[in-house]
C-alpha cells in the first residue's frame, strides 16, 4: 500500500525559509516520479516542482530560484526546501507520486499525501 507522508509546514514570515518532507513508502521509490503540489485557499491545485528517477527537475517559473526539490532515495524521502518565501505562497502542499510522467505532470497522480499547510506573513 503506498502512503505519503508530509511535514514540515509552517507560518513563516516573507522571506523566511521552510523545508518539507514527505516520506514515502509501499513502492520502489526511485523508479517513481514525484512532485510537490498546491493549493491556495479558491484557486486550483498547482504543480511546483517535479523529479524524475534519473534526477532531472522541473519548476514553476513562480517558483524558480527560490525552491529546490531534492529526494533521497536512501531514506525514501522526498524534500522541497522553500527560500524568499512570499505571502502567494501561502497554500496547502501536497505531495505526490506516479510511475507515469504524464498523470503526474497533468495534476493526475495515482498517490497523493494528505498536504501540509504552508502560511506565509507579511
Known amino acids: 500500500q503506498v502512503q505519503l507522508v508530509e511535514s514540515g509546514g509552517g507560518s513563516v514570515h516573507a522571506g523566511g525559509s521552510l523545508t518539507l518532507s514527505c516520506a514515502a513508502s509501499?513502492?520502489?521509490?526511485?523508479?517513481?516520479?514525484m512532485g510537490w503540489f498546491r493549493q491556495a485557499p479558491g484557486k486550483g491545485r498547482e504543480r511546483v516542482a517535479i523529479i524524475s528517477g534519473d534526477g532531472t527537475i522541473t519548476y514553476a517559473d513562480s517558483v524558480k530560484g527560490r525552491f529546490t526539490i531534492s529526494k533521497d532515495n536512501a531514506k525514501n524521502t522526498l524534500y522541497l526546501q522553500m527560500n524568499s518565501l512570499k505571502p502567494e505562497d501561502t497554500a496547502m502542499y501536497y505531495c505526490?507520486?506516479?510511475?507515469?510522467?504524464?498523470?503526474?505532470?497533468?495534476?493526475?497522480?495515482?498517490?497523493w499525501g494528505q498536504g501540509t499547510q504552508v502560511t506565509v506573513t507579511v
Open positions: 509501499g513502492y520502489t521509490f526511485s523508479s517513481y516520479y
Open positions: 505526490a507520486a506516479d510511475p507515469d510522467f504524464t498523470r503526474l505532470w497533468f495534476g493526475r497522480p495515482n498517490y
